[in-house]
């Protein structure tokens, strides 16, 4: 069984930076992407950021494009999020999720459907 497990989050002023990190443990699997999603209060769970295997494939919400940068050690079986320019609108929950399976499109990655594993979450605060 695999597990995700998520840190960084935290309480941070509007213009901040944060580092999320998750990191994967549990067994050996092939890990085909990896990708960040977020539930603000009220709100459905959206999309943020993944990346390919290899790196040499990544995707951004319109949102995040510019700010948050994703990124990932394989050899730590470990994906970060750089998150700078912080604002009020990027509070949230924030989930890492793992794809062990091939895809046909690597843009599926945007999807929260194709993830198999989920991390518990990490809250992210932003403050004015």
């Known amino acids: 069984q695999v597990h995700l497990v998520e840190s960084g989050g935290g309480l941070v002023q509007s213009g901040g930076s944060l580092r999320l990190s998750c990191t994967a443990s549990g067994g050996s699997v092939y890990i085909y992407g990896m990708g960040w999603f977020r539930q603000a209060p009220g709100k459905e769970r959206e999309f943020v950021a993944a990346?390919?295997?290899?790196?040499?494939?990544?995707y951004y919400a319109d949102s995040v494009k510019g700010r948050f940068a994703i990124s990932s050690d394989n050899a730590k079986n470990t994906v970060y999020l750089q998150m700078n320019r912080l604002s009020e609108e990027d509070t949230a929950d924030y989930y890492c999720?793992?794809?062990?399976?091939?895809?046909?499109?690597?843009?599926?990655?945007?999807?929260?459907?194709?993830?198999?594993?989920w991390g518990q979450g990490t809250r992210v605060t932003v403050s004015s």
């Open positions: 999720a793992l794809r062990v399976a091939g895809l046909s499109l690597r843009t599926q990655l945007k999807s929260e459907h194709y993830y198999n594993y």
């Open positions: 990346i390919s295997r290899r790196g040499d494939a990544t």
